[in-house]
């Protein structure tokens, strides 16, 4: 009987397909070939498994990063494609190893536990010592006469959460009344938590370098999501002390047994590498325009990751995306009108330095260019696409989308003009620069709560129906806009302070932007993160605005 009954529904998905075929609003042989080599010799599972279970995470200068661009140009060029790493700078190297943490008083546990990026190890060696909290302090003058109490000590310096269940379901399944006095008082918490930080060292960079210098064992931290067992993972600063992330469960452990005087003491095992400066670089790959070999179509997807899980969602399905478009493009489409651009972008996480510089560093491509498609936003089905803010650009989008098959259009809402990315990801390097520079938003599969920089970052997340249709989607785009006889316009949309917002690209510009020369270093990066600091720190110490009536 189930035999029969699966042979049945495969037949109908077989049946589905075919239909489904036919149903092309165009009769246009490269986009029936794009399609039919996109969606039934699909290599995008075999590229997503190598990549992120066996390369891994691509924190950018990592061992991992460095590996995963080695393995994808040779694979590039395994396909006739021509590739090549592009430095423009240098960047912290850093190699994560292995590390351990166990509660062994007064119980024994092994914590869910993950070591911060750029965290130094313990040396080989184990350190034991007892956990302590962060205390309440008057100001930074009380921090400083305490700091020495937390020598050889583990001190915990996130806020203790009070559930580490969803709030979904405490507002579905609580009483009322139980939900409202729960979430008052976690409010409260949380910002008295808050301050406690900002009175003690301004921020939590701060106070994990003043905890370094004084001696700490190693520090305690907890980036939960607000998701079931999800946390987000992050780098520190730390020179000396290691800096561990636990899970909200075992965070909230480890502080209520502090709090309540039970004596905790948790043991660490850490390894680590501290690298120097590596070379940081782009990986870019290029398929030569014949008749328009000087100007360019672009695709493009950050290649970086953070490293708490495989880097999958943020933003391997993006690379995964703009790899399988250019395998179809190099198959269906190998002399293209115009020259088409891959640009795999570093240190995007750190403030899309790689598509900046790749913007400050080529001047005659991003002048010369008709359009750029880029996405970063998780491994959904493309359904959100606009012109970013340059009314005549709309038209040449929407002729493109119209020839792409309504099985992919159906699901994309067009924004009509748009705004321009104000930063978010890589399309905003090109939109500052008055380059159109398209966001492909995709559907969202739980993004912000489970994946996005987190610890459940890995392969199983990806959905592939939906990744198969983004890849074909992108090389139909890039075919298109290569082959249309007439250029994309560039002229530029009045934008209205009003308008900005969260956008399907990311932050949405409330001025056109200006494009910021990228660090190219670790000292220009420390200073743009001293420089934000000191524009905030400003900021807290203007007196509140009294209310307007
Ligand atoms: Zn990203």
């Not at 520090?219 to 730390?238: C, H, K």
């Not at 990806?462 to 785009?477: E, G, H, Q, R």
């Amino acid at each position: 009987m189930r035999r029969i009954i699966a042979g049945a529904g495969l037949g109908l998905i077989m049946a589905a397909g075919t239909a489904a075929a036919q149903t092309f609003a165009t009769d246009n042989p490269m986009l029936k070939r794009i399609w039919a080599l996109g969606m039934d010799s699909s290599r995008t599972y075999e590229i997503s498994q190598t990549l992120f279970d066996s390369i891994g995470p691509r924190l950018t200068g990592s061992p991992g990063y460095k590996a995963a661009a080695d393995w994808l140009i040779a694979q590039y060029q395994k396909w006739g494609i021509q590739a090549r790493a592009e430095q423009y700078g240098t960047w912290r190297g850093w190699r994560r190893g292995t590390a351990h943490i166990d509660l062994v008083a007064p119980r024994v546990r092994t914590l869910e536990a993950t070591m911060l990026a750029w965290s130094p190890g313990t040396g080989g060696k184990t350190v034991r010592g007892d956990v302590i909290q962060l205390p309440d302090l008057a100001d930074s003058v009380a921090f400083r006469a305490w700091l020495p109490s937390a020598k050889n000590k583990f001190v915990a310096i996130s806020f203790p959460e009070p559930s580490c269940r969803p709030d979904s379901e405490w507002a579905t399944t609580a009483l009322p009344a139980s939900w409202s006095q729960f979430r008052d008082a976690r409010a409260a918490a949380r910002t008295a938590w808050q301050q406690r930080v900002t009175k003690a060292a301004f921020n939590a960079r701060n106070l994990q370098l003043a905890l370094d210098s004084a001696g700490a064992a190693g520090i305690l931290t907890s980036t939960w999501t607000t998701g079931w067992g999800t946390d987000r993972i992050f780098n520190t600063w730390s020179q000396r002390a290691p800096v561990m992330d636990l899970s909200c469960e075992d965070y909230g452990l480890v502080s209520r047994l502090a709090e309540h005087h039970q004596g905790p003491v948790v043991q660490l095992v850490a390894e680590s590498q501290n690298l120097g400066d590596v070379p940081a670089f782009n990986v870019v790959a290029e398929i030569p325009g014949t008749e328009l070999s000087n100007e360019y179509v672009m695709l493009s997807a950050h290649f970086d990751s953070w490293d708490g899980g495989s880097g999958t969602t943020d933003n391997g399905t993006g690379t995964v995306t703009m790899v399988e478009a250019m395998r179809i493009l190099m198959l269906a489409y190998p002399s293209p009108r115009r020259t088409i651009l891959v640009g795999h972008w570093a240190s995007e996480e750190n403030g899309l330095d790689g598509s900046k510089a790749f913007v400050a560093d080529h001047p005659d491509i991003v002048s010369h260019l008709q359009a750029l498609f880029n996405q970063d936003n998780g491994t959904g089905r493309v359904v959100n696409l606009s012109a970013s803010g340059y009314p005549d650009a709309a038209g040449s989008l929407a002729r493109w989308l119209a020839q792409v098959p309504s099985e992919i259009t159906r699901n994309i809402t067009f924004g009509f003009t748009g705004m321009p990315a104000g930063g978010g990801t890589d399309h905003a390097s090109f939109d500052c620069a008055g380059a159109a520079g398209f966001g492909l938003g995709s559907l969202n599969w739980d993004y912000f709560l489970y994946t996005w920089h987190t610890t459940r970052d890995t392969f199983d997340k990806i959905v592939f129906d939906d990744l198969k249709s983004n890849a074909v989607l992108t090389a139909m785009l890039v075919y298109l806009a290569s082959e249309d006889r007439q250029p994309v316009s560039h002229e530029k949309r009045t934008v209205f302070p009003e308008r900005g917002g969260f956008g399907p690209g990311g932050p949405q510009a409330t001025a056109w932007p200006t494009c910021v020369a990228p660090p190219r270093n670790m000292s220009d990066y420390l200073q743009e993160v001293l420089q934000r600091e000191a524009q905030q720190r400003q900021q807290q110490s203007q007196p509140p605005r009294r209310p307007q009536n």
